[in-house]
Structures are given as structure tokens and as C-alpha cells.
């Protein structure tokens, strides 16, 4: 069993900054890709940002040059700075993260956390 557990997100103005960090724990040999996420209301959800084990990163469009997303593989924890922010950003936002759980698996699960709420006012 694999656990992604989010922090970070709140409330804050436009043009302000947040953190969100997301700390996956379990049983874990080793993870793929960690990616951010976010829905909002009456919203599909839509790829805020990955980060490949490789340290490759990709981002939305809306978010370049704003956003950065970063991960620390010995705590098996993703990061995503958000700099800048609008309230098109308004949104829950998930973590999720392509773990390999054993030695011998030769396949990847996606986890996802329970999500976080960051709500930017005008």
C-alpha cells in the first residue's frame, strides 16, 4: 500500500505565492514520475506539471514560467513552487506518482493524494 499525503495549499491573493509539497510513503521500490494536478469547478482535470525519476520536467502552458516543480527522491516527496498566482490557478490540487512497489515488478501503480484546495483572490 502506497500513501501520497498533500500540504500547502490555502488561500491567497493575486500575485502571491504558495508551496505544495506531496510525501509518498509504503511500500515503495522506487517511483517513475511524479506529476501535479488540478480541477477546478465544473472544470476537466488537467497536467499542472510532471517530473520524471530522470529529473526531466514539463508544464502546462498556463503555468510556464510561473510554477516550478521539483522532488527529493530520498524522501520520495514532489514540490510545486506556484509563483505569481491568478485565480484562473483556483483549484484542487492532486499529486499522483508512478510507483514500481517491488524489486521484481515490472510495471508502475499510479497513487494519487486526496488533493488540496489553493484558492487565489482577485
Known amino acids: 500500500q502506497v500513501q501520497l499525503v498533500e500540504s500547502g495549499g490555502g488561500l491567497v491573493q493575486a500575485g502571491g505565492s504558495l508551496g505544495l509539497s506531496c510525501a509518498a510513503s509504503?511500500?515503495?521500490?522506487?517511483?517513475?514520475?511524479m506529476r501535479w494536478y488540478r480541477q477546478a469547478p465544473g472544470k476537466q482535470r488537467e497536467l499542472v506539471a510532471a517530473?520524471?525519476?530522470?529529473?526531466?520536467?514539463n508544464y502546462a502552458d498556463s503555468v510556464k514560467g510561473r510554477f516550478t516543480i521539483s522532488r527529493d527522491n530520498a524522501k520520495n516527496t514532489v514540490y510545486l513552487q506556484m509563483n505569481s498566482l491568478k485565480p484562473a490557478d483556483t483549484a484542487v490540487y492532486s499529486c499522483?506518482?508512478?510507483?514500481?512497489?517491488?524489486?521484481?515488478?515490472?510495471?508502475?501503480?499510479?497513487?494519487w493524494g486526496q488533493g488540496t484546495q489553493v484558492t487565489v483572490s482577485a
Open positions: 499522483a506518482a508512478d510507483v514500481v512497489v517491488t524489486p521484481t515488478t515490472t510495471y508502475a501503480y499510479r497513487y
Open positions: 509504503g511500500s515503495i521500490f522506487s517511483i517513475n514520475a
Open positions: 517530473s520524471t525519476s530522470g529529473g526531466s520536467t
